[in-house]
């Protein structure tokens, strides 16, 4: 299995960011899995956004809960990712991964697609 | 709500032991499983240690985690130190009373 990030790398501030992983070698639907969204700006630490069960249950960092939303396209094997009214603090890298729900561990990681916000 | 510790940065000599501390501030280290990702310069990060003390396959037995609830800490051991583990580790566990993720401000481990 193998999670590619995409999207735009430049996003102009008070925009929205939006990105897509994409799922291949294996099926979204039916595993133990969560799907995730970790971000690290630049020189900086792991930070977790988000993550969506296979039949659309949603957890959020209470720190952008009310600015991030998550979906799944089954029948596309992708996840979704849109963060509204960005900042140049939404700059960094954003990952995709796969969280092993029973004991919450990141066993997969997609290679992270960088978002830079300017004007 | 609580934050997990790590120290900024830790070095050591190749053939070497070292261990990398992530400590709890709140609520109890063994309540939740610890996780360990090692990230290298410009890639994504991996798991070296999951469930406190398991390995993922392809992870060398250099690699051992473990759960201290005295200190309210987990602990990073990597022994036979090699030039390819320089890289930042984070640990990582579940914060149950917000129903999310919680990850250590990682540790800079240099071998030289």
């Known amino acids: 299995v193998q999670l590619q990030e995409s999207g735009p790398g430049l996003v102009k501030p008070s925009e929205t960011l939006s990105l897509t992983c994409t799922v291949s070698g294996g099926s979204i639907t039916g595993s133990s899995s969560y799907w995730s969204w970790v971000r690290q700006r630049p020189g900086k630490g792991l930070e977790w956004i988000t993550y969506i069960s296979d039949i659309g249950s949603t957890y959020f960092n209470p720190s952008l809960r009310s600015r991030v939303a998550t979906s799944v396209d089954t029948s596309k094997n992708q996840i979704s990712l849109r963060v509204t009214s960005v900042t140049a603090a939404d700059t960094a890298i954003y990952y995709c991964a796969r969280v092993f729900m029973r004991t919450n561990w990141f066993d997969l990681w997609g290679q992270g697609t960088l978002v830079t916000v300017s004007s | 709500n609580f934050i997990l510790t790590q120290p900024h940065s830790v070095s050591e000599s190749p053939g070497k032991t070292v261990t990398i501390s992530c400590t709890r501030s709140?609520?109890?280290?063994?309540?939740?499983?610890v996780h360990w990702y090692q990230q290298r310069p410009g890639s994504s990060p991996t798991t070296v240690i999951y469930?406190?003390?398991?390995?993922p396959s392809g992870v060398p037995d250099r690699f051992s985690g473990s759960i201290d609830s005295s200190s309210n800490s987990a602990s990073l051991t990597i022994s036979g130190l090699r030039t390819e583990d320089e890289a930042e580790y984070y640990c990582h566990t579940y914060d149950y009373e917000n129903q999310g993720e919680v990850f250590g401000g990682g540790t800079k481990l240099t071998v030289l």
């Open positions: 709140g609520g109890n280290i063994a309540n939740n499983f």
């Open positions: 469930e406190d003390n398991q390995r």
